[in-house]
């Protein structure tokens, strides 16, 4: 049974150009949620995508998009970057509808993003 | 949303028990307690999660006064593999998201 899957590990992009972070969510998991990660710090969430819509946001600029697929894969698109969206990109999946789910979401491994 | 104070750092030896404390003074009537592990360059890990007196699983324990304004993650027995952060999250049952400090830097030693 695959866990949460991210794509790429790493990548490297300069100022101003856009990014697009890719995750599958763990067997059987309907909903997937963003988090960034700046260094030495927790992860702050970006949003959450169930039913190919977004379905909370937490305070992120518009530059900060997302799309959720059919088969409930998620990207992460970023807009315009700045030197300050250097962090780790989480993709954490879970099962909106399992009633005992509670608050554990499966996180990915991330990507590490460096803005030049 | 209730915030939390945690420990900046911890450091135990091996084979010894480790008590994380978390403060949540403002803690609501409907907020659960949960914790979570990561190591580095991993995402991370939903540990255990209560909402009053003591929950235990094959991990970890969690203490919970009955004020609630509190609670104690209690490792049994670390290992050098216990390096990690801890993070103590409180919010509603099932939210959407999860609302993340700096945690407690766990440092394990021989």
């Known amino acids: 049974d695959a866990g949460v899957t991210q794509s790429p590990t790493h990548l490297i992009k300069t100022r101003g150009q856009q990014v697009t972070l890719r995750c599958s969510p763990k067997?059987?998991?309907?909903?997937v949620s963003w988090y960034q990660q700046a260094l030495g710090q927790g992860p702050q969430f970006i949003f959450q995508?169930?039913?190919?819509?977004?379905?909370q946001r937490g305070n992120f600029p518009d530059r900060f998009s997302g799309h959720q697929f059919p088969n409930y894969s998620s990207e992460l698109n970023v807009n315009a970057l700045l030197l300050g969206d250097s962090a780790l990109y989480l993709c954490?999946?879970?099962?909106?509808?399992?009633?005992?789910?509670?608050?554990?979401?499966?996180f990915g491994p991330g990507t590490r993003l460096t803005v030049l | 949303l209730a915030k939390t104070t945690q420990p900046i750092s911890m450091d135990s030896y091996e084979g010894q028990e480790v008590n994380i404390t978390c403060s949540h003074n403002?803690?609501?009537?409907?907020?659960?307690i949960t914790w979570y592990q990561q190591f580095p360059s991993q995402g991370p890990r939903f540990i255990i999660q209560?909402?009053?007196t003591k929950v235990t699983n094959e991990v970890a324990s969690l203490f919970i006064p009955a004020d609630r304004k509190s609670s104690t993650l209690s490792l049994p027995r670390v290992s050098l593999s216990d390096t990690a952060v801890y993070y103590c999250?409180?919010?509603?049952?099932?939210?959407?998201?999860?609302?993340f400090g700096t945690g407690t830097r766990l440092q394990v030693f021989p």
């Open positions: 954490a999946s879970s099962l909106l509808t399992d009633p005992r789910a509670g608050d554990e979401q499966f």
């Open positions: 067997s059987g998991h309907d909903t």
């Open positions: 995508y169930y039913e190919e819509e977004e379905r």
């Open positions: 403002n803690i609501a009537t409907n907020d659960y």
């Open positions: 209560g909402y009053k």
């Open positions: 999250l409180v919010g509603p049952y099932n939210t959407d998201k999860l609302i």
